[in-house]
């Protein structure tokens, strides 16, 4: 026997009976983007890896343990699956000149590919919504971008999640704290594990996202980012703040919250739960000024979020959202080949008039057939036999309310389940 061939671990597959809450989640996603006037871009899944390191940042666990990196046997180009969606769409942004036409709002979804241990709402293919504002640099977009997601929330049934925000301050004040946080770093070398020695002069920050038990006092007693703001990244921040109270949006501010990429400064926020274990992110975002820049393009402000689908659908799942599957408006069921000809008119006729129909195929009695039509959900079975051919029309027959069968022409069945 031939060995079967099974998916690769933490890249799964969607099911038919799981597609309709993702078809929920799409849809409700178009509707929101439009509210609020973002448009979607389509980036290719196939990136240069220069893209990923040069954005990204090289010392950081995407770039040295998770891309799926590999060489192009044509060329010799490296090439990667993409990790992250906001390289891209700046890639993208840039190569096509669309800030010439003035700020963008932006968004795409799609697969993202991170090689990492698979767990729960967490996988190696995994799919995000991805939302950038290019071209702004108040802090009224970055309030939009979190007051976006707070509607989102409401509109998918999500509760339960608490919004963190900080701030990383201007590149001058990142300079500043970085050079205070190497300096405590070296006076505390003795308690840093491997990971925090090999980045504390790469990218010390990242040290402070760490999750080992042992180097959290160590953490806890770091100097803060807020120590080291200056004047207009300081207004930035508490100018944010005011909009969202005045907006009712509630919020903690964590000093700790650092991102894992190296392209964030000022705003940085997460959207977060307890509901999915350890891995309680659902939505991050922040502000990336410099990122336009080091893709190649003119200094641009820029602002953006990032949410993991398969963690939503999960909390959707988990709130009980009722969410209705799609079921055919009528399933057509026919016997014998006298009555092939009108079983085909029958069903070409009603999905002209905007009805979602199945016929039957594969033969069987009508017994069987009945037996098809009722587990495919739909309200209504269409029957054509001898008798109605016979009599020019067709039987509909009622699958979820007890209401006698009746014989109708074309154009009432149409009406009837349509409801007119």
Not at 151 to 177: A, P, Y
Not at 310 to 328: Q, W
Not at 361 to 368: M, R, T, V, Y
């Amino acid at each position: 026997m031939v060995k079967s061939i099974q998916a690769v671990r933490g890249m799964n597959d969607v099911l038919p009976d799981q597609d309709y809450i993702w078809d929920f989640f799409e849809q409700t996603i178009r509707n929101w983007m439009a509210v609020y006037g973002y448009k979607k871009i389509r980036m290719p899944i196939v990136e240069r890896t220069d893209l990923f390191v040069r954005s990204i940042g090289e010392v950081t666990d995407i770039v040295e343990k998770e891309m799926y990196t590999f060489l192009d046997h044509l060329n010799g180009d490296s090439l990667t699956l993409r990790p992250e969606g906001t390289a891209s769409c700046v890639r993208a942004v840039l190569e096509h000149n669309l800030l010439y036409t003035g700020p963008q709002r932006l968004y795409y979804s799609g697969p993202m590919f991170r090689h990492e241990r698979p767990q729960k709402g967490r996988y190696r293919q995994f799919h995000q919504v991805g939302v950038e504002a290019l071209g702004y640099s108040g802090p009224d977009i970055d309030a939009e971008l979190i007051i976006m997601c707070a509607d989102l929330w409401k509109r998918l049934g999500i509760s339960d999640v608490c919004l963190q925000i900080s701030t990383l301050g201007s590149v001058e004040s990142r300079k500043l704290h970085r050079s205070r946080l190497i300096e405590y770093l070296e006076k505390n070398l003795d308690g840093l594990d491997e990971d925090a020695r090999r980045r504390l002069y790469k990218n010390p920050l990242r040290i402070l996202d760490s999750k080992n038990p042992k180097m959290q006092q160590i953490i806890n007693d770091a100097p803060k980012i807020m120590e080291s703001l200056d004047k207009d990244s300081l207004k930035h921040f508490e100018k944010l703040q005011h909009i969202l109270v005045d907006q009712g949006i509630k919020f903690e501010i964590n000093p700790k919250l650092v991102r894992g990429l190296d392209y964030y400064n000022r705003t940085v926020f997460e959207w977060v739960t307890e509901r999915l274990g350890a891995q309680g992110t659902i939505c991050a975002g922040g502000r990336y000024d410099d990122l336009v820049e080091e893709v190649g393009g003119k200094p641009t402000s820029a602002c953006g979020f990032a949410m993991g689908v398969e963690r939503l659908l999960a909390l959707i799942l988990e709130g009980g959202k009722e969410i209705p599957d799609s079921v055919p408006d009528a399933y057509v069921i026919h016997q014998g080949e006298a009555t092939d000809e009108a079983a085909w008119k029958t069903v070409s006729y009603l999905r002209d008039q905007g009805l979602n129909v199945i016929l039957h195929c594969g033969g069987g009695n009508f017994k069987a057939q009945m037996k098809k039509a009722d587990s495919s959900g739909s309200r209504f079975a269409i029957i054509i036999g001898e008798d109605e051919i016979k009599n020019e029309v067709i039987s509909v027959k009622y699958l979820r309310e007890k209401v006698t069968q009746i014989k109708v022409g074309l154009l009432e069945a149409a009406q009837l389940i349509k409801g007119v």
